[in-house]
Protein backbone atom coordinates (compact mmCIF):
# COMPACT_ATOMS: atom_id res chain seq x y z
CA UNK A 1 0.00 0.00 0.00
CA UNK A 2 2.92 2.52 0.97
CA UNK A 3 4.17 1.97 -2.93
CA UNK A 4 0.89 2.87 -3.92
CA UNK A 5 0.88 6.18 -2.04
CA UNK A 6 3.96 7.29 -3.23
CA UNK A 7 3.38 6.17 -6.89
CA UNK A 8 -0.25 8.97 -5.71
CA UNK A 9 1.97 11.23 -4.73
CA UNK A 10 4.26 11.21 -8.26
CA UNK A 11 0.83 11.96 -9.99
CA UNK A 12 -0.98 14.94 -8.12
CA UNK A 13 -0.40 17.27 -10.78
CA UNK A 14 -2.62 15.35 -12.92
CA UNK A 15 -4.99 14.80 -9.68
CA UNK A 16 -5.00 18.66 -9.64
CA UNK A 17 -5.92 18.76 -13.50
CA UNK A 18 -8.59 16.29 -13.09
CA UNK A 19 -9.78 18.03 -9.87
CA UNK A 20 -10.43 21.30 -12.32
CA UNK A 21 -11.72 19.90 -15.11
CA UNK A 22 -14.47 17.99 -12.84
CA UNK A 23 -15.08 21.48 -11.54
CA UNK A 24 -15.47 23.15 -15.07
CA UNK A 25 -17.05 20.23 -16.46
CA UNK A 26 -20.11 20.34 -14.35
CA UNK A 27 -21.80 24.00 -15.29
CA UNK A 28 -20.22 24.33 -18.75
CA UNK A 29 -23.12 23.84 -20.30
CA UNK A 30 -25.25 25.85 -17.49
CA UNK A 31 -26.24 29.40 -17.83
CA UNK A 32 -25.74 30.30 -14.46
CA UNK A 33 -23.00 28.15 -14.01
CA UNK A 34 -21.41 27.70 -10.05
CA UNK A 35 -24.96 29.22 -8.67
CA UNK A 36 -26.37 25.54 -9.31
CA UNK A 37 -24.29 24.48 -6.35
CA UNK A 38 -25.59 26.78 -4.73
CA UNK A 39 -29.51 27.45 -5.28
CA UNK A 40 -30.85 23.63 -4.78
CA UNK A 41 -29.79 23.30 -1.19
CA UNK A 42 -30.71 26.37 -0.37
CA UNK A 43 -34.52 25.79 -1.69
CA UNK A 44 -34.13 22.51 0.62
CA UNK A 45 -33.58 24.55 3.73
CA UNK A 46 -36.71 27.65 3.17
CA UNK A 47 -38.84 24.23 2.23
CA UNK A 48 -37.67 22.40 5.33
CA UNK A 49 -37.79 25.64 7.82
CA UNK A 50 -41.27 26.16 6.40
CA UNK A 51 -42.22 22.48 6.99
CA UNK A 52 -40.86 22.51 10.44
CA UNK A 53 -41.53 25.63 11.42
CA UNK A 54 -45.33 26.64 10.65
CA UNK A 55 -46.58 22.99 9.41
CA UNK A 56 -45.10 21.15 12.29
CA UNK A 57 -44.91 24.25 14.50
CA UNK A 58 -41.60 23.62 15.86
CA UNK A 59 -40.64 26.11 18.58
CA UNK A 60 -37.23 25.34 17.66
CA UNK A 61 -35.60 28.73 16.77
CA UNK A 62 -32.79 29.07 14.13
CA UNK A 63 -34.29 25.78 12.56
CA UNK A 64 -32.28 26.66 9.17
CA UNK A 65 -29.06 26.63 10.40
CA UNK A 66 -29.61 23.29 12.45
CA UNK A 67 -31.10 21.55 9.28
CA UNK A 68 -28.05 22.98 7.44
CA UNK A 69 -25.55 21.48 9.86
CA UNK A 70 -26.99 18.10 8.78
CA UNK A 71 -27.90 18.99 4.80
CA UNK A 72 -24.25 20.05 4.31
CA UNK A 73 -22.12 16.66 5.34
CA UNK A 74 -24.83 14.60 3.92
CA UNK A 75 -24.97 16.11 0.11
CA UNK A 76 -21.13 16.07 0.46
CA UNK A 77 -21.41 12.26 0.95
CA UNK A 78 -24.17 11.68 -1.05
CA UNK A 79 -22.51 13.26 -4.10
CA UNK A 80 -19.29 11.87 -3.37
CA UNK A 81 -20.49 8.45 -3.20
CA UNK A 82 -22.75 8.51 -6.34
CA UNK A 83 -20.49 10.34 -9.15
CA UNK A 84 -17.15 8.54 -7.33
CA UNK A 85 -19.31 5.33 -8.63
CA UNK A 86 -19.92 6.66 -12.16
CA UNK A 87 -16.45 7.90 -12.45
CA UNK A 88 -14.40 5.23 -13.15
CA UNK A 89 -16.53 3.91 -15.99
CA UNK A 90 -16.75 7.71 -17.21
CA UNK A 91 -13.37 7.40 -17.63
CA UNK A 92 -13.10 3.82 -19.21
CA UNK A 93 -11.49 4.56 -22.41
CA UNK A 94 -8.91 6.53 -20.87
CA UNK A 95 -8.03 3.71 -17.93
CA UNK A 96 -8.16 1.18 -20.91
CA UNK A 97 -5.72 3.09 -22.87
CA UNK A 98 -2.79 4.48 -20.78
CA UNK A 99 -1.72 4.05 -17.30
CA UNK A 100 -2.31 6.39 -14.18
CA UNK A 101 -2.64 5.22 -11.02
CA UNK A 102 -6.57 4.70 -11.32
CA UNK A 103 -7.40 5.90 -7.59
CA UNK A 104 -6.87 9.54 -8.92
CA UNK A 105 -9.92 8.99 -10.73
CA UNK A 106 -12.68 8.47 -7.79
CA UNK A 107 -10.31 11.09 -5.56
CA UNK A 108 -10.97 13.59 -7.87
CA UNK A 109 -14.66 13.54 -7.82
CA UNK A 110 -14.13 13.36 -4.05
CA UNK A 111 -11.92 16.37 -4.01
CA UNK A 112 -14.37 18.59 -6.14
CA UNK A 113 -17.49 18.05 -3.88
CA UNK A 114 -15.17 18.87 -0.81
CA UNK A 115 -14.69 22.11 -2.84
CA UNK A 116 -18.42 22.55 -2.93
CA UNK A 117 -18.51 21.49 0.46
CA UNK A 118 -16.04 23.81 1.81
CA UNK A 119 -18.02 26.49 0.19
CA UNK A 120 -20.67 25.62 1.50
CA UNK A 121 -19.54 25.71 5.21
CA UNK A 122 -17.83 29.14 4.54
CA UNK A 123 -21.29 30.57 3.18
CA UNK A 124 -22.97 28.75 6.70
CA UNK A 125 -20.71 30.78 8.61
CA UNK A 126 -20.93 34.12 6.91
CA UNK A 127 -24.45 33.87 6.79
CA UNK A 128 -25.16 32.90 10.48
CA UNK A 129 -22.27 34.46 12.20
CA UNK A 130 -21.89 37.79 10.03
CA UNK A 131 -25.17 38.62 8.48
CA UNK A 132 -27.38 37.32 10.70
CA UNK A 133 -25.90 39.68 13.70
CA UNK A 134 -26.67 42.50 11.36
CA UNK A 135 -30.19 41.86 11.35
CA UNK A 136 -30.17 41.31 15.01
CA UNK A 137 -29.95 37.31 15.20
CA UNK A 138 -27.61 36.53 18.03
CA UNK A 139 -26.10 33.21 17.64
CA UNK A 140 -23.29 32.77 19.89
CA UNK A 141 -19.92 31.34 18.65
CA UNK A 142 -18.97 27.97 20.79
CA UNK A 143 -15.16 27.33 21.38
CA UNK A 144 -16.34 23.84 20.84
CA UNK A 145 -16.39 25.19 17.41
CA UNK A 146 -12.29 24.24 17.19
CA UNK A 147 -13.63 20.33 16.94
CA UNK A 148 -14.63 21.54 13.50
CA UNK A 149 -11.31 20.30 11.68
CA UNK A 150 -11.51 16.89 13.29
CA UNK A 151 -14.74 16.31 12.80
CA UNK A 152 -14.38 16.79 9.12
CA UNK A 153 -11.54 14.76 8.75
CA UNK A 154 -13.81 12.24 10.17
CA UNK A 155 -16.43 12.75 7.28
CA UNK A 156 -13.44 13.14 4.44
CA UNK A 157 -12.15 9.47 5.80
CA UNK A 158 -15.87 7.94 5.79
CA UNK A 159 -16.66 9.78 2.26
CA UNK A 160 -13.30 8.87 0.56
CA UNK A 161 -13.21 5.21 1.73
CA UNK A 162 -16.72 4.58 0.66
CA UNK A 163 -16.31 6.25 -2.77
CA UNK A 164 -13.23 4.21 -3.31
CA UNK A 165 -15.53 0.96 -2.23
CA UNK A 166 -18.25 2.19 -4.26
CA UNK A 167 -16.44 3.04 -7.53
CA UNK A 168 -14.47 -0.51 -7.52
CA UNK A 169 -17.41 -1.97 -6.82
CA UNK A 170 -19.38 -0.25 -10.02
CA UNK A 171 -16.81 -1.42 -12.36
CA UNK A 172 -18.55 -5.00 -11.81
CA UNK A 173 -21.74 -4.51 -10.44
CA UNK A 174 -24.09 -2.17 -12.16
CA UNK A 175 -26.43 -2.76 -9.13
CA UNK A 176 -24.14 -0.83 -6.61
CA UNK A 177 -25.84 2.32 -8.39
CA UNK A 178 -29.58 1.11 -7.94
CA UNK A 179 -28.51 -0.30 -4.82
CA UNK A 180 -26.68 3.24 -3.55
CA UNK A 181 -29.97 5.59 -5.01
CA UNK A 182 -32.39 3.73 -2.74
CA UNK A 183 -29.83 3.41 0.45
CA UNK A 184 -29.70 7.63 -0.12
CA UNK A 185 -33.22 7.65 -0.55
CA UNK A 186 -34.08 6.32 2.87
CA UNK A 187 -31.06 6.77 4.86
CA UNK A 188 -32.35 10.77 4.34
CA UNK A 189 -35.11 9.76 6.78
CA UNK A 190 -33.28 7.12 9.13
CA UNK A 191 -30.04 9.53 9.16
CA UNK A 192 -30.22 12.91 11.28
CA UNK A 193 -30.30 15.40 8.31
CA UNK A 194 -33.38 17.29 8.92
CA UNK A 195 -34.04 16.04 12.60
CA UNK A 196 -32.12 15.77 16.14
CA UNK A 197 -30.13 12.60 16.23
CA UNK A 198 -31.37 12.53 20.24
CA UNK A 199 -35.44 12.11 18.67
CA UNK A 200 -33.91 8.66 17.97
CA UNK A 201 -32.66 8.37 21.25
CA UNK A 202 -36.40 9.05 23.10
CA UNK A 203 -37.83 6.37 20.73
CA UNK A 204 -39.62 3.77 22.34
CA UNK A 205 -37.43 1.13 20.49
CA UNK A 206 -33.86 2.48 21.67
CA UNK A 207 -35.91 3.20 25.26
CA UNK A 208 -36.42 -0.70 25.20
CA UNK A 209 -32.76 -1.55 23.25
CA UNK A 210 -30.01 1.08 23.94
CA UNK A 211 -28.20 -0.90 22.05
CA UNK A 212 -29.96 0.15 19.19
CA UNK A 213 -29.19 3.80 20.01
CA UNK A 214 -25.45 2.98 20.13
CA UNK A 215 -25.41 1.42 16.61
CA UNK A 216 -27.24 4.02 15.36
CA UNK A 217 -24.60 6.19 16.30
CA UNK A 218 -21.83 4.39 15.61
CA UNK A 219 -22.65 5.17 11.85
CA UNK A 220 -20.17 7.95 10.93
CA UNK A 221 -21.89 10.10 8.80
CA UNK A 222 -25.04 10.17 11.95
CA UNK A 223 -22.21 10.74 14.40
CA UNK A 224 -20.80 13.50 12.64
CA UNK A 225 -23.69 15.27 11.63
CA UNK A 226 -24.62 15.20 15.58
CA UNK A 227 -21.38 16.42 16.60
CA UNK A 228 -21.25 19.48 13.51
CA UNK A 229 -24.82 20.25 15.59
CA UNK A 230 -23.86 19.96 18.75
CA UNK A 231 -19.95 21.85 18.66
CA UNK A 232 -21.53 24.82 16.16
CA UNK A 233 -24.73 25.22 17.66
CA UNK A 234 -26.95 25.78 21.59
CA UNK A 235 -28.43 22.59 22.48
CA UNK A 236 -32.30 22.50 20.61
CA UNK A 237 -34.83 24.19 23.04
CA UNK A 238 -36.88 21.56 25.25
CA UNK A 239 -39.80 20.30 23.80
CA UNK A 240 -38.90 21.26 20.05
CA UNK A 241 -39.63 18.63 17.55
CA UNK A 242 -42.06 16.65 20.06
CA UNK A 243 -39.15 15.59 22.09
CA UNK A 244 -39.55 13.41 24.74
CA UNK A 245 -36.64 14.53 26.85
CA UNK A 246 -33.71 17.02 26.87
CA UNK A 247 -31.02 17.27 24.94
CA UNK A 248 -28.55 14.61 24.70
CA UNK A 249 -24.86 16.13 25.67
CA UNK A 250 -22.44 14.89 22.57
CA UNK A 251 -20.86 11.70 23.38
CA UNK A 252 -17.42 12.08 22.57
CA UNK A 253 -16.92 7.56 23.16
CA UNK A 254 -19.73 6.85 20.75
CA UNK A 255 -17.83 9.57 18.52
CA UNK A 256 -14.32 8.13 18.76
CA UNK A 257 -15.74 4.90 17.95
CA UNK A 258 -17.63 6.18 14.60
CA UNK A 259 -13.96 7.90 13.59
CA UNK A 260 -13.08 4.35 14.18
CA UNK A 261 -15.15 3.15 11.74
CA UNK A 262 -14.40 5.73 9.43
CA UNK A 263 -10.98 5.16 8.91
CA UNK A 264 -11.28 1.30 8.97
CA UNK A 265 -13.59 2.02 6.04
CA UNK A 266 -10.99 4.31 4.65
CA UNK A 267 -8.50 1.71 4.74
CA UNK A 268 -10.47 -1.33 3.82
CA UNK A 269 -11.49 0.63 0.56
CA UNK A 270 -8.33 2.04 -0.55
CA UNK A 271 -6.98 -1.75 -0.23
CA UNK A 272 -10.38 -3.35 -1.84
CA UNK A 273 -9.76 -0.96 -4.81
CA UNK A 274 -5.91 -1.88 -4.67
CA UNK A 275 -6.79 -5.44 -5.28
CA UNK A 276 -9.06 -5.15 -7.66
CA UNK A 277 -7.60 -2.07 -10.32
CA UNK A 278 -6.13 -4.42 -12.41
CA UNK A 279 -9.00 -6.36 -12.96
CA UNK A 280 -11.11 -2.88 -14.47
CA UNK A 281 -10.43 -3.20 -17.91
CA UNK A 282 -10.61 -6.86 -18.37
CA UNK A 283 -14.42 -6.88 -17.29
CA UNK A 284 -15.90 -8.95 -20.02
CA UNK B 1 7.88 -3.94 -11.38
CA UNK B 2 7.51 -2.71 -14.82
CA UNK B 3 8.38 0.78 -16.01
CA UNK B 4 11.72 1.49 -13.67
CA UNK B 5 15.12 0.94 -13.56
CA UNK B 6 18.25 1.69 -11.09
CA UNK B 7 20.27 1.59 -14.39
CA UNK B 8 20.51 1.80 -17.93
CA UNK B 9 19.62 -1.15 -20.09
CA UNK B 10 20.55 -1.55 -23.49
CA UNK B 11 17.17 -2.49 -24.23
CA UNK B 12 14.00 -0.47 -24.66
CA UNK B 13 11.34 -3.42 -23.86
CA UNK B 14 12.04 -6.51 -22.26
CA UNK B 15 9.02 -8.69 -23.17
CA UNK B 16 9.75 -12.11 -21.50
CA UNK B 17 7.76 -15.98 -21.03
CA UNK B 18 4.75 -13.48 -21.22
CA UNK B 19 1.63 -14.63 -21.19
CA UNK B 20 -2.06 -12.98 -20.44
CA UNK B 21 -5.30 -14.86 -19.89
CA UNK B 22 -8.37 -12.91 -19.49
CA UNK B 23 -11.06 -14.40 -17.62
CA UNK B 24 -14.99 -13.73 -19.46
CA UNK B 25 -17.09 -13.37 -16.50
CA UNK B 26 -20.45 -14.26 -17.51
CA UNK B 27 -22.39 -12.58 -14.11
CA UNK B 28 -22.77 -8.86 -14.07
CA UNK B 29 -25.17 -8.95 -10.76
CA UNK B 30 -24.46 -8.96 -7.28
CA UNK B 31 -27.27 -11.82 -7.11
CA UNK B 32 -24.86 -14.45 -9.39
CA UNK B 33 -22.08 -12.70 -7.65
CA UNK B 34 -23.06 -13.92 -4.26
CA UNK B 35 -25.49 -16.45 -4.56
CA UNK B 36 -23.78 -18.08 -8.43
CA UNK B 37 -20.51 -18.14 -6.89
CA UNK B 38 -18.80 -21.77 -8.98
CA UNK B 39 -21.92 -21.64 -10.89
CA UNK B 40 -20.86 -18.26 -12.94
CA UNK B 41 -19.38 -19.55 -16.12
CA UNK B 42 -16.34 -17.93 -16.85
CA UNK B 43 -14.28 -18.63 -20.32
CA UNK B 44 -10.45 -18.40 -19.84
CA UNK B 45 -8.96 -16.47 -22.80
CA UNK B 46 -5.53 -16.98 -23.75
CA UNK B 47 -4.68 -13.43 -25.46
CA UNK B 48 -0.87 -13.64 -25.60
CA UNK B 49 1.13 -17.36 -25.06
CA UNK B 50 4.86 -17.71 -23.99
CA UNK B 51 5.56 -14.16 -25.96
CA UNK B 52 9.32 -13.11 -25.58
CA UNK B 53 11.23 -10.43 -27.62
CA UNK B 54 14.08 -7.14 -26.98
CA UNK B 55 13.55 -3.98 -28.53
CA UNK B 56 16.64 -2.57 -28.36
CA UNK B 57 16.74 1.62 -27.97
CA UNK B 58 15.79 3.03 -31.09
CA UNK B 59 14.24 0.59 -33.32
CA UNK B 60 10.95 0.99 -35.01
CA UNK B 61 9.06 -2.23 -34.77
CA UNK B 62 5.48 -2.94 -36.31
CA UNK B 63 3.32 -5.68 -34.84
CA UNK B 64 1.04 -7.43 -37.63
CA UNK B 65 -1.42 -10.20 -36.89
CA UNK B 66 -4.94 -10.95 -37.99
CA UNK B 67 -7.76 -9.66 -35.53
CA UNK B 68 -7.87 -10.47 -32.25
CA UNK B 69 -4.57 -11.99 -32.39
CA UNK B 70 -3.62 -10.55 -29.49
CA UNK B 71 -1.74 -7.01 -30.58
CA UNK B 72 -3.77 -4.95 -28.85
CA UNK B 73 -3.12 -6.73 -25.74
CA UNK B 74 0.65 -6.62 -26.12
CA UNK B 75 0.91 -2.83 -26.34
CA UNK B 76 -2.25 -2.73 -23.69
CA UNK B 77 0.86 -4.70 -21.03
CA UNK B 78 3.37 -2.71 -22.50
CA UNK B 79 1.57 0.47 -21.51
CA UNK B 80 1.17 -0.83 -18.11
CA UNK B 81 -2.85 -0.76 -18.67
CA UNK B 82 -2.96 -4.44 -18.24
CA UNK B 83 -0.95 -6.84 -15.70
CA UNK B 84 0.65 -9.94 -17.35
CA UNK B 85 -0.76 -13.10 -16.36
CA UNK B 86 2.68 -15.00 -16.54
CA UNK B 87 6.13 -14.28 -17.71
CA UNK B 88 7.23 -10.01 -17.79
CA UNK B 89 7.08 -6.81 -19.79
CA UNK B 90 9.70 -4.29 -18.86
CA UNK B 91 10.24 -0.58 -20.35
CA UNK B 92 13.65 1.27 -19.92
CA UNK B 93 14.81 4.80 -20.74
CA UNK B 94 18.20 5.22 -22.62
CA UNK B 95 19.07 6.96 -19.26
CA UNK B 96 18.36 6.30 -15.52
CA UNK B 97 15.58 8.18 -15.35
CA UNK B 98 12.00 6.80 -15.05
CA UNK B 99 11.10 5.97 -18.82
CA UNK B 100 8.20 8.16 -20.72
CA UNK B 101 5.79 5.77 -22.09
CA UNK B 102 3.40 7.43 -24.64
CA UNK B 103 0.47 5.31 -25.89
CA UNK B 104 -1.46 7.03 -28.28
CA UNK B 105 -5.00 6.90 -27.39
CA UNK B 106 -7.29 5.83 -30.04
CA UNK B 107 -8.84 9.18 -31.43
CA UNK B 108 -7.94 11.08 -28.00
CA UNK B 109 -9.19 8.74 -25.57
CA UNK B 110 -8.69 11.27 -23.23
CA UNK B 111 -10.40 14.26 -24.36
CA UNK B 112 -13.60 15.78 -22.69
CA UNK B 113 -16.25 16.90 -25.02
CA UNK B 114 -16.82 19.55 -22.74
CA UNK B 115 -13.46 21.53 -22.79
CA UNK B 116 -11.49 23.06 -25.00
CA UNK B 117 -8.80 22.43 -27.36
CA UNK B 118 -6.55 24.05 -24.92
CA UNK B 119 -7.48 22.95 -21.31
CA UNK B 120 -7.70 19.55 -23.38
CA UNK B 121 -3.42 19.82 -24.40
CA UNK B 122 -3.31 20.68 -19.87
CA UNK B 123 -5.29 17.46 -19.00
CA UNK B 124 -4.23 15.40 -21.42
CA UNK B 125 -0.16 16.25 -21.09
CA UNK B 126 -1.03 15.48 -17.41
CA UNK B 127 -2.53 12.02 -18.00
CA UNK B 128 1.00 11.61 -20.08
CA UNK B 129 3.06 12.77 -16.90
CA UNK B 130 4.09 16.41 -17.74
CA UNK B 131 4.86 18.62 -15.87
CA UNK B 132 3.23 22.12 -15.74
CA UNK B 133 6.41 24.09 -17.25
CA UNK B 134 6.50 21.41 -19.74
CA UNK B 135 2.88 21.85 -21.06
CA UNK B 136 3.34 25.39 -21.47
CA UNK B 137 6.87 25.02 -23.56
CA UNK B 138 4.98 22.54 -25.62
CA UNK B 139 1.74 23.80 -26.33
CA UNK B 140 2.72 26.41 -29.50
CA UNK B 141 4.76 23.29 -31.35
CA UNK B 142 1.76 20.86 -30.20
CA UNK B 143 -1.17 23.33 -31.74
CA UNK B 144 0.94 24.32 -34.97
CA UNK B 145 1.85 20.61 -35.42
CA UNK B 146 -2.13 19.86 -34.92
CA UNK B 147 -2.98 22.91 -37.63
CA UNK B 148 -5.16 23.80 -34.97
CA UNK B 149 -4.46 27.40 -33.86
CA UNK B 150 -7.51 28.79 -34.76
CA UNK B 151 -9.84 26.13 -33.01
CA UNK B 152 -7.58 26.06 -29.72
CA UNK B 153 -10.06 28.08 -27.66
CA UNK B 154 -13.47 25.83 -28.95
CA UNK B 155 -14.82 23.26 -27.21
CA UNK B 156 -13.76 20.28 -28.66
CA UNK B 157 -17.35 18.62 -29.02
CA UNK B 158 -17.73 20.69 -32.27
CA UNK B 159 -14.54 19.21 -33.64
CA UNK B 160 -14.61 16.83 -36.08
CA UNK B 161 -12.76 13.16 -35.24
CA UNK B 162 -9.60 13.86 -37.41
CA UNK B 163 -9.04 17.13 -35.66
CA UNK B 164 -9.02 15.22 -32.49
CA UNK B 165 -6.58 12.65 -33.90
CA UNK B 166 -4.88 15.17 -35.10
CA UNK B 167 -4.47 16.62 -31.26
CA UNK B 168 -4.03 13.64 -29.75
CA UNK B 169 -1.52 12.55 -31.90
CA UNK B 170 0.51 15.97 -31.67
CA UNK B 171 0.32 15.89 -27.71
CA UNK B 172 1.51 11.98 -27.59
CA UNK B 173 4.52 12.90 -29.84
CA UNK B 174 5.50 16.06 -27.95
CA UNK B 175 5.84 14.67 -24.84
CA UNK B 176 9.31 13.30 -25.77
CA UNK B 177 8.21 9.58 -25.09
CA UNK B 178 11.38 6.91 -24.64
CA UNK B 179 8.80 4.92 -26.16
CA UNK B 180 5.94 5.69 -28.64
CA UNK B 181 3.29 3.17 -28.54
CA UNK B 182 1.09 3.21 -31.83
CA UNK B 183 -2.24 1.18 -31.71
CA UNK B 184 -3.55 1.76 -35.48
CA UNK B 185 -5.01 4.95 -34.93
CA UNK B 186 -3.37 6.53 -38.60
CA UNK B 187 -5.54 5.58 -40.66
CA UNK B 188 -8.01 8.28 -39.91
CA UNK B 189 -6.57 11.39 -40.34
CA UNK B 190 -6.64 12.90 -44.00
CA UNK B 191 -2.97 12.03 -46.60
CA UNK B 192 -1.34 15.39 -46.08
CA UNK B 193 -1.43 14.99 -42.32
CA UNK B 194 -1.07 11.09 -42.28
CA UNK B 195 1.72 12.18 -44.29
CA UNK B 196 3.41 14.83 -41.84
CA UNK B 197 2.99 11.80 -39.25
CA UNK B 198 5.46 9.62 -41.30
CA UNK B 199 7.49 12.61 -41.35
CA UNK B 200 7.67 12.73 -37.63
CA UNK B 201 7.74 9.20 -37.45
CA UNK B 202 11.23 9.72 -39.69
CA UNK B 203 12.16 12.60 -37.20
CA UNK B 204 11.18 10.33 -34.00
CA UNK B 205 13.41 7.53 -35.43
CA UNK B 206 16.26 9.64 -36.93
CA UNK B 207 16.35 11.07 -32.64
CA UNK B 208 16.52 7.57 -31.73
CA UNK B 209 13.06 7.06 -30.00
CA UNK B 210 11.94 3.90 -30.12
CA UNK B 211 8.26 2.71 -31.49
CA UNK B 212 6.15 0.23 -31.33
CA UNK B 213 3.40 -0.22 -33.49
CA UNK B 214 0.21 -2.19 -34.34
CA UNK B 215 -0.76 -1.86 -38.13
CA UNK B 216 -2.69 -3.78 -40.59
CA UNK B 217 -1.63 -1.93 -43.30
CA UNK B 218 1.80 -3.61 -44.84
CA UNK B 219 2.75 -1.09 -47.08
CA UNK B 220 3.10 1.28 -43.80
CA UNK B 221 4.89 -1.64 -42.35
CA UNK B 222 7.28 -2.16 -44.94
CA UNK B 223 8.02 1.70 -44.73
CA UNK B 224 8.54 2.79 -41.68
CA UNK B 225 9.92 -0.45 -39.53
CA UNK B 226 13.33 -1.97 -39.14
CA UNK B 227 11.77 -5.23 -37.59
CA UNK B 228 8.21 -6.69 -37.78
CA UNK B 229 6.78 -9.29 -35.20
CA UNK B 230 4.22 -10.76 -36.27
CA UNK B 231 1.24 -12.70 -33.85
CA UNK B 232 -1.22 -15.60 -34.49
CA UNK B 233 -3.64 -16.72 -31.60
CA UNK B 234 -1.14 -15.35 -28.96
CA UNK B 235 1.59 -16.55 -30.17
CA UNK B 236 4.82 -14.94 -31.73
CA UNK B 237 4.93 -16.57 -35.00
CA UNK B 238 8.37 -14.42 -36.90
CA UNK B 239 10.28 -11.94 -35.68
CA UNK B 240 12.71 -10.30 -38.45
CA UNK B 241 13.28 -8.01 -41.18
CA UNK B 242 9.97 -6.72 -42.93
CA UNK B 243 10.91 -7.81 -46.25
CA UNK B 244 11.08 -11.44 -44.72
CA UNK B 245 8.06 -11.41 -42.11
CA UNK B 246 5.70 -9.48 -44.48
CA UNK B 247 5.94 -12.29 -47.44
CA UNK B 248 5.81 -15.07 -45.02
CA UNK B 249 2.44 -13.43 -43.75
CA UNK B 250 1.12 -11.99 -47.24
CA UNK B 251 1.13 -15.72 -48.07
CA UNK B 252 -0.55 -17.23 -45.37
CA UNK B 253 -3.57 -14.35 -45.18
CA UNK B 254 -3.28 -15.23 -48.97
CA UNK B 255 -3.31 -11.35 -49.15
CA UNK B 256 -2.04 -10.84 -53.13
CA UNK B 257 1.88 -8.49 -52.71
CA UNK B 258 0.95 -5.25 -54.53
Known sequence: MLEELAELRRFHFLLGRLVVRELKVRYVNS???FVWSIVPPLLQVIVFTFLFRSVLHNPCRNYS?????????WTFLNSSTMDAGQSLIENYLVIRKVYIPREVIPLSVVIANFIHFALAWALYFTAFFGVA????IDLPVKPTLLYFPLITLVLVCFTVGLSLWVSALSMFYDDVRFILQTVFQLGFFIVPVVVPADLFRYTRLAQHHPGLYTLYMLNPITSVIDAYRKTI????????????????????????????????????GYAYFNSRKWLFVERG | MPGSSSQPNPDAVVVEHLSKTFHIRHMKSLKRAMFGRGTAPTTPLLALDDVSFRIPHGQTVAVVGRNGSGKSTLLGIIARVYKPSKGSAAVFGPDSRRPRIAPLLALGAGFHRDLTGLENIEFYGAILGLTPREINEKRPQILAFAELEEKADTVIRGWNDGARLR?????AVHTDPDL?????????GDESFQNKCYRLIDELQAAGKTILFVTHDLTVAERTAGRVLWINAGKLVMDGSPAEVLTAYRQSSEEPAP
Open chain 1, 31 to 33: VFG
Open chain 1, 65 to 73: AYVLCGLIP
Open chain 1, 133 to 136: RLIG
Open chain 1, 233 to 268: LEPVPLGSFQMKGAPVELNWTLFAGAAGIAVFTLVG
Open chain 2, 167 to 171: LGFAI
Open chain 2, 180 to 188: LLVDEVLAV
